[in-house]
């Protein structure tokens, strides 16, 4: 906190004038570092941790491990089945193996491939057509 442009503060005890994004507002943390992204991800007992600064995500893995058992994977490359590719422009993001197990439990693997399986000018109405007999196949 900083004090106002002109302000002398009459005592050492009564110091500064308060800032309403200090507190209660989502861009509050940017009071205190605006240079520096941690994002931790929390998924059950699974964790990912980024950002831009590699010294404040080893300190958050430093105090994660004094607090949890963790154990550092390294770089992403899978996560809920998501595979994670980098790439100079960014990250590939694909779904590549869960899809492949998939059409391996329903014996789908060698199947030819249908570009467009449904008429793209059919219009679905939420009323219309019977029901499905056994909605958790789908």
């Not at 906190?1 to 308060?18: D, E, N, Q």
């Not at 831009?52 to 105090?63: C, M, Q, T």
């Not at 789908?108 to 196949?137: E, N, R, Y």
Request: proline residues 6%.
């Amino acid at each position: 906190m900083k004090f106002s442009f002109g302000f002398t503060p009459p005592s050492s005890t009564r110091v500064c004038k308060l800032k309403k994004s200090l507190y209660g507002l989502r861009q509050a943390s940017r009071q205190w570092s605006d240079s520096s992204i941690s994002i931790v991800v929390v998924y059950v007992d699974d964790i990912l941790l980024t950002g831009n600064n590699l010294e404040e995500i080893n300190a958050l893995k430093v105090f994660l491990h004094q607090e949890f058992r963790i154990k550092d994977l390294g770089n992403l490359h899978y996560f809920l089945g998501m595979e994670v590719l980098r790439e100079p422009e960014g990250l590939i993001l694909t779904q590549r193996k869960f899809t492949l197990d998939l059409l391996l439990e329903f014996d789908c693997l060698h199947k030819p491939s249908v570009s467009c399986p449904l008429d793209p000018t059919i219009k679905l109405l939420a009323k219309s057509g019977a029901p499905i007999k056994d909605p958790t196949l789908y």
